[in-house]
C-alpha cells in the first residue's frame, strides 16, 4: 500500500465510543479497559504551544510506527507499555473499535496503563534549542555551569543528562538539575530513570548514525506498574520527541535543518503580525506538504521503508 493509498491521511480529531482521559496537543488518550489505554496520535500540530489549524498528513501515523520500530529494537533489553500497534490485534483485544478503523488504525497504541513518572528524561547529545540560549546567555545549563568554548550545534562529550519538569497542558516544560530529580524521587529512582535515558539514547544515537542521521536530542518518559516495575512509555524517538539533524547538512556555528515539522516554525517566525498566542494563523499548503515529507522523510530514512509498505512489529 503506498502512501497516497492511506486509509486516514489526515485525522484532525478522534471520536471513539471509549471514555477520553486525556486530550493532549497531539494525543487523544482513551481508557480501554481497566489496565489499558488507548493512544490515538492525530495529525494536529502545535508551534511555539499553540495548536494550528491545519493537520499534518501521516504525522499521527509516523509517530506511532516510528515508536513501534525503535521498541521493537529495545525489546529485548527495556521494558516498555506498547501492547500492540496492529489494527487486528486491538480490535479483538477492545472490541468496541471494529468498524470505525478510519479513525485510529495504524495510528493507535494499545498499552499498559502505568502510574507515570512526572520527569521529562531528556538527553542532549549536541548543545542547541533552549540549552543553547541558556548556555550563551550565561554558560550554564538549568543553572549548573557547562564547559567553556562550546559552540551552537556543537557535540557534548559526552553527552548530559537534562531533565526537564512535566509541565501541565498549555505550560512550559523547565530544565531542572538532576540533584532536583533526586530530591523529587528519591536516588534509587533517580539515577535509574537516569541510566536507562542514557543507554536508550546511546543506542538510537548510533542508529541513526548508521543511517546517516544525527540524533542531537531526545526526551523520553516513564511509568509505574503496580508493582513498581519501571515501563519506558508514550512516544519514542519520533520526531516530535527529538531533533533529527541530516548528517549531510550538519555545520556547527548555527541551527540545523531538522526532519520534523521545522517549515512550520519557519514560516511562523516569518509572520510579522501574529504574536505567538491564539487565534493562530492558517497554514499554506505548501508548509503543510513540505511538514509531511518531513515526516515521511524520517521514517523513510530511519527503516528503510516507506510508511505504507511497513507492516508492524508483534509484541509480546
Not at 252 to 270: A, E, N, V
Request: charged share 30%; aromatic share 8%; proline share 9%.
Amino acid at each position: 500500500m503506498s502512501v497516497s493509498e492511506s486509509p486516514n491521511p489526515t485525522l484532525h480529531q478522534s471520536d471513539l465510543p471509549l471514555p477520553l482521559l486525556r486530550k493532549g496537543k497531539v494525543r487523544d488518550v482513551y481508557e480501554a479497559g481497566p489496565e489499558m489505554l488507548l493512544m490515538v496520535a492525530s495529525d494536529r500540530v502545535s508551534a511555539f504551544d499553540v495548536v494550528l489549524p491545519q493537520g499534518i498528513p501521516h504525522k499521527g501515523e509516523v509517530l506511532t510506527q516510528v515508536t513501534a520500530w525503535w521498541l521493537s529494537k529495545l525489546e529485548a533489553s527495556f521494558d516498555h507499555h506498547l501492547i500492540s500497534v496492529t489494527p487486528d490485534e486491538i480490535s479483538e483485544r477492545v472490541p468496541d473499535l471494529k468498524g470505525i478503523e478510519d479513525q485510529w488504525a495504524r495510528r493507535s497504541m494499545l498499552v499498559k496503563r502505568t502510574d507515570p513518572v512526572l520527569v521529562e528524561c531528556v538527553v542532549r547529545g549536541y548543545i542547541t534549542g533552549s540549552a543553547w540560549k541558556e548556555y550563551k546567555a550565561q554558560g550554564t545549563l538549568a543553572g549548573e555551569a557547562l564547559p567553556q568554548g562550546l559552540v551552537e550545534s556543537g557535540r557534548l562529550e559526552p553527552a548530559i543528562f537534562s531533565p526537564a519538569t512535566k509541565a501541565e497542558e498549555g505550560d512550559h516544560d523547565e530544565n531542572i538539575t538532576f540533584d532536583a530529580v533526586v530530591d523529587f524521587l528519591g536516588p534509587d529512582l533517580a539515577h535509574d530513570l537516569r541510566h536507562k535515558a542514557m543507554e536508550i539514547y546511546a543506542f538510537g544515537e548510533r542508529t541513526a548514525e548508521e543511517r546517516g542521521i544525527i540524533l542531537a536530542d531526545t526526551k523520553f518518559e516513564f511509568g509505574k506498574l503496580p508493582d513498581g516495575t519501571i515501563l519506558l512509555i508514550d512516544e519514542v524517538m519520533t520526531p516530535d520527541s527529538s531533533r533529527f539533524w541530516p548528517r549531510e547538512h550538519y555545520a556547527t556555528g548555527r541551527g540545523q535543518p531538522s526532519l520534523d515539522k521545522q517549515p512550520i516554525r519557519d514560516y511562523l517566525d516569518g509572520l510579522s503580525d501574529w504574536d505567538k498566542k491564539p487565534p493562530p494563523p492558517d497554514l499554506p499548503p505548501e508548509v503543510v506538504k513540505a511538514s509531511s515529507d518531513r515526516y515521511l522523510e524520517i521514517f523513510r530514512r530511519l527503516t528503510g521503508i516507506e510508511l505504507g509498505a511497513y507492516v508492524p512489529p508483534l509484541f509480546g
